[in-house]
């Protein structure tokens, strides 16, 4: 009963008039059906206010007037938006409030349609400023009322008809103003704002006649416009002044079959008001109609090799027709040849006009908005078949228009941009919120763990879209004018010629404010993710403040909807997150998978950039000590703001000591192969202890600065461990041949394999003991080739005691037994180990006087004869480090 008092309750919002009412009266029964089915007294007393509710909106209806024969025309000239299904919070509403603000001008949220007193009293002047380029001020002529530019003859009782009423059919162009997206998106819209009973434009422009939809002169001056800007619906106020022209050339937007006709100039400059002036650094046509009519953008990218052309065309085909998408192109970078032999201008916006399809030979009517631009000079250009023509009365192309084949668009176009009617869904959810940028090492490469995030529930099997709006900022604008650029190399592309730069296209200057998409995730149960991995849905990054994700969400799926951007360049931004649905949505804040995190920063600089395990510098990576409270999940994020370089992270059983190489046994936690830009290592349990994390990179020497976040259910205490020997002394030891000399002093006589000498301490002192390898890199060794022999095996141990009693204190292999006897002869001795690009390292022991001596043992496993005269060569490199001086015997031979 409840559920389909809902279908009914939405409906009330998508109609109007006497269905409106219907739905509402429908509706209220309906909850008070279920109020009554129901024994709960919460359930009654809530299905109750909703049935009182609709009883009042009910009532609200007929007391409107739009109940009688009209009320079909006044349902068609008002916008059918979407139920918006959430209150917006305070916070929220703070945020919309702050974006209010652009170029020293407020827009403030739409709250009502004015009254007509509002355009009555004295003229009316704005005090906004409207910037213009060097081209446009070299013609200007002042700011002038229409009457004093076009008014010449016209008698006083045919102002209205004569200014705002058009006597043939529209033909919109722009001239000097660089404007071609916003004069293509009119020219292209124009079905649905032409005066009638299903024109839009009611809803958008005031003052005008209701009725009939036509635009009515304020004897005032003042207009108001309804946009939709920065996360919802503004009112724009602007008087009746136009930028005159000194030339025949024009400044505004006109009419070139009825020149007299002003309101299209008045709707341009509303919204330049908005951008920032007639010097405009250029947008795109989907932007603006979503600015001037509210309609949801999409743009798509016809060269994209995932396009499927045919069923693109008979979904915006049909669409179309049912009058439900306005359509324009976009074309991309093109040469002055190219441009001359297609007929077409590049980085330029065109109109749609028309859609046609018969016998499978599909076409669109484009315009070009350019008063004397090129037309496409291809197959067809001139034909004047459409769907709405017949032989005997073909249709008359205006200048500037022409037919072109569908197959042409996708090969020559680079854009097709759709804006939807909202009307299509009948549920919306926008969800305001602003994005203080982390450190470019927090969203680099594919890390996500610092984007907003939203979870997402669908309560049925259906189509939803998910817009993703950037809201304008007066700095943006600022650095398109400092990079802004024009193709003015063709005589149809105006531009700024103090500013022009031809070796930078408009493209160009459009990606200087970033770029942004918007991945879906459906296997995080709606909690945030931190790496771009496997997604069910991503957005193309596009450099326009709106991007689109239309998918198809099932039931009982949470989704967690990820805001992912690119080279944004200003610290701050607010957004918008519109969700367009026909079934109710949960959507909430994407809740973190972990109670507590903890970030740190670090950088790979020429000390410390290690390179991998297998590299001989692998000791020197950033390390930080670990300590996890009790056992619980945990997660290691690095990133980088490089987005080239692979990168790992790894938890080590060290006990939150520097790590000097890693087997797979050391391994707690590791990011599996080395990835770019940002490495992940998660585990659902480990113990409670001191860990050691290394971060590091695949190759030795890579240079960058990196963050690491350390995500737990209890609070970690992470530091950084201090690099190799930092704070200690070194004591290094005479070097251990590994040679067996040919010639001179020694030469026939094999060193001994295993030598020791004592090490004491006159105070108790931590120390260990680090081997590394010293050879001659180009030495000619028997073979007749400068390739080293295989590392040679070392068995090193730091022992009390000698004989078969002695007791073990630390070895290369990394074990030690400082509480019992280790025996050798029990199988208990130290493992041979090679001595590799790493070297080897025994664990930290203490030297204690108190004690006596320790004694320093090294064993090779075999010994080669030595390649270089003389007895050069490999040798073994060893020395103490220590936390205090400690003393150091000479070598002696062990037989």
């Known amino acids: 009963m409840e559920a389909k008092a809902k279908e009914r309750e939405a409906l009330v919002s998508s109609t109007h008039g006497k269905a409106a009412l219907d739905h509402a009266i429908a509706a209220a029964e309906l909850y008070m059906r279920a109020a009554r089915a129901t024994s709960s007294s919460e359930e009654k007393t809530r299905l109750t206010k909703k049935c009182q509710s609709l009883i009042s909106k009910a009532e609200e209806l007929k007391k409107s007037g739009q109940l009688g024969g009209s009320s079909v025309a006044a349902v068609e000239k008002r916008l059918k938006l979407p139920r918006q299904a959430r209150q917006i919070p305070k916070n929220e509403q703070a945020i919309l409030l702050r974006s209010s603000r652009l170029h020293g001008n407020v827009f403030l949220p739409w709250e009502s349609d004015p009254e007509s007193r509002e355009f009555s009293g004295s003229q009316f002047s704005d005090t906004a400023e409207f910037s213009l380029s060097s081209r446009q001020r070299a013609v200007f002529a002042g700011w002038k009322r229409p009457m004093e530019i076009v008014g010449r003859g016209i008698q006083p009782n045919q102002i209205n008809d004569s200014l705002m009423e058009a006597r043939n059919d529209y033909d919109l162009v722009q001239d000097i103003t660089t404007d071609c997206s916003v004069v293509a998106s009119l020219c292209a819209c124009m079905r649905h704002l032409r005066p009638g009973p299903t024109s839009i434009l009611p809803a958008l422009m005031f003052p005008i006649n209701s009725e009939n939809g036509q635009p009515q002169l304020s004897v005032t001056g003042k207009y108001v416009f309804r946009m939709f800007i920065n996360g919802c619906f503004r009112k724009v106020v602007i008087d009746d002044r136009l930028p005159s022209s000194a030339t025949d050339r024009t400044l505004y937007v006109v009419d070139r079959q009825n020149p007299n006709l002003i309101w299209p100039a008045l709707m341009e400059k509303a919204y330049l008001k908005v951008r920032g002036g007639y010097d405009f650094p250029g947008s795109n046509s989907g932007t603006d109609l979503c600015a001037l009519t509210g309609w949801i953008p999409q743009q798509i990218f016809l060269q994209s090799d995932d396009l499927d052309w045919e069923r693109t065309w008979k979904r915006v085909k049909k669409a179309y027709d049912y009058g439900d998408v306005v359509v324009t192109l976009g074309t991309g970078r093109l040469s002055l040849d190219e441009e001359e032999t297609l007929g077409l201008a590049g980085e330029h916006d065109y109109a749609v006009l028309d859609m046609s399809e018969t016998s499978g030979n599909r076409k669109l009517l484009v315009k070009n908005p350019w008063c004397d631009g090129l037309v496409w000079k291809g197959v067809g250009s001139s034909e004047a078949s459409s769907s709405r023509a017949t032989e005997d009365h073909p249709i008359k192309l205006k200048p500037g228009s022409f037919w072109i084949s569908f197959d042409d668009v996708t090969q020559n176009f680079e854009s097709l941009y759709l804006n939807w009617n909202p009307s299509l869904f009948t549920e919306r959810q926008d969800h305001h919120f602003s994005w203080q940028l982390p450190d470019a090492t927090m969203i680099g490469g594919s890390c996500l763990a610092h984007n907003p995030q939203y979870s997402m529930k669908a309560s049925a099997d259906d189509s939803t879209w998910i817009l993703l709006s950037r809201h304008f900022q007066d700095d943006e604008l600022n650095i398109m004018r400092n990079h802004r650029t024009g193709t003015a190399h063709t005589t149809f592309h105006v531009e700024d010629d103090t500013t022009y730069n031809p070796n930078t296209t408009l493209a160009e200057v459009s990606s200087k404010l970033g770029f942004i998409s918007i991945y879906i995730f459906d296997d995080h149960s709606g909690q945030r993710v931190s790496l771009n ?360 031979g062990i037989d």
């Open 533 to 892: 991995t496997r997604p069910i849905y991503r957005s193309d990054f596009v450099d326009s403040p709106q991007t689109l994700a239309a998918f198809e969400s099932k039931r009982g799926v949470t989704y967690t909807v990820v805001v992912a951007t690119q080279e944004l360049p200003l610290p701050k931004y607010s957004f918008t997150l519109s969700f367009f649905s026909r079934s109710p949505l949960t959507i909430a804040p994407a809740p973190s998978p972990f109670r507590h995190y903890t970030d740190v920063k670090g950088s790979w600089t020429r000390r410390t950039a290690g390179g991998n395990s297998a590299s001989a510098s692998y000791l020197s990576n950033p390390q930080f000590s670990l300590t996890l409270p009790r056992a619980g999940p945990l997660c290691l994020l690095l990133s980088t703001a490089r987005d080239e370089m692979p990168v790992h992270v790894a938890l080590v059983w060290a006990g939150g000591r520097r790590v000097a190489s890693v087997g797979n046994r050391d391994l707690v936690l590791a990011s599996g192969d080395y990835r770019r830009g940002c490495a992940l290592a998660e585990a659902k349990s480990v113990d409670a202890g001191t860990y050691t994390v290394v971060c590091s990179t695949f190759e030795p020497g890579y240079l960058g600065d990196f963050a690491l976040r350390v995500g737990s259910d209890a609070p970690c205490a992470v530091a950084p461990v201090p690099a190799d020997a930092a704070g200690m002394l070194r004591t290094r030891l005479t070097d251990l041949p590994t040679c067996i000399p040919p010639t001179g002093a020694g030469a026939g006589s094999e060193p001994h394999k295993k030598k020791r000498a004592v090490v004491s301490a006159a105070r108790l002192t931590r120390a260990c003991i680090v081997i590394t390898r010293n050879f001659t890199p180009h030495a000619t060794y028997p073979t007749g080739t400068s390739t080293p022999r295989p590392h040679p095996a070392v068995r090193a141990t730091v022992e009390f005691g000698t004989g078969p009693d002695r007791l073990i204190l630390a070895s290369t292999d990394g074990n030690s037994n400082t509480n019992t006897n280790t025996n050798y002869n029990n199988n208990h001795a130290p493992e041979f180990k090679e001595v590799g690009p790493n070297g080897l390292r025994t664990s930290d022991f203490d030297i204690d006087p108190r004690s006596g001596g320790l004694w320093l043992v090294v064993e090779l496993l075999g010994l080669y004869n030595s390649p270089a005269p003389g007895g050069g060569g490999d040798g073994l490199q060893v020395e103490i480090l220590s936390e205090g001086p400690v003393n150091v015997g000479a070598w002696e």
